[in-house]
């Protein structure tokens, strides 16, 4: 199956080892991966700042380059959210590019999700010791409704002890551009949220979106905490067992 990964400019930008972390995961997988140098952001921040032209401009870019992949494999929950129910919504009324995201947002899948549905009866085999839990960020938890896929994956690798975060629907206070321009509310959220994970004793905080770890993980720095963030994608990596 030939696949395209669509990095995200924060995976890019700043964390490029989950990128690289989902190549490996899915190559072992028996997927064919390709990257379209010609993708840029998805448009969300300008979408939810309420750019909408500028919104567009990305979308169109991200559709062109995109066009030839059979399946579009994210590692964010987010950026999924954003083509799959927005990407349509932006071009209604525009016949062709309305079809031409409406193609998108069907091919476009977050990373847990497409791996839980193509595995098949093979399990995943990886090993990682230790306690983690896991933050289901609000665009996969509401937005796309994917609430079991990573779980399911998660509690395939041995050794791993998974606990239930308290209050795991809860927003962890990043939301894009409102941690810029409602800080202090977005620090609180983030604090809230690190005590319910120091709760579970969790060696690890696991995610599949790196705009809500990249804030947790901010923070837990800053405050000194031993606690290590990853997202799926990499605990099936450093763990897998050939």
């Given amino acids: 199956m030939q696949v395209g990964l669509f990095i995200t400019c924060l995976s890019d930008v700043f964390f490029p080892e989950v990128g690289i972390s989902m190549v490996r995961v899915l190559r072992r997988l028996g997927v064919d991966v390709g990257f379209p140098e010609a993708q ?61 995201a409406r193609s998108l947002a069907d091919r476009c899948t977050e990373f847990s999700e497409f791996v839980a549905a193509h595995q098949g009866t093979t399990p995943i085999r990886a090993r990682l010791e230790g306690t983690a839990t896991y933050h289901h960020s609000c665009h996969m938890y509401r937005g796309l409704g994917l609430v079991e896929p990573p779980l ?45 994970i120091e709760e579970t004793g969790a060696d690890y905080l696991v995610g599949s979106d790196m705009s809500c770890l990249m804030h947790l993980g901010g923070r837990i720095r800053r405050e000194g905490k031993p606690v290590e963030i990853l997202h799926v994608a990499q605990v099936l990596d450093r763990g897998w067992i050939e």
């Fill in 40 to 100: 840029t952001c998805c448009g969300q921040p300008a979408f939810n700042s309420g750019y909408r032209e500028d919104a567009k401009k990305a979308a169109r870019q991200m559709i062109r380059a995109f066009e030839d992949d059979e399946a579009v494999i994210t590692p964010s929950g987010s950026c999924a959210a954003m083509i799959r129910h927005y990407y349509p919504k932006l071009f209604a009324g525009e016949e062709e590019w309305e079809e031409r």
């Fill in 152 to 196: 399911a994956l998660l509690s395939q690798v041995e050794g791993l002890s998974l606990k239930e975060l308290p209050f795991h629907d809860d927003c962890c206070g990043f939301g894009g551009t409102f941690a810029v321009k409602m800080a202090g509310i977005s620090t609180a959220m983030a604090d809230e949220k690190i005590g319910h």
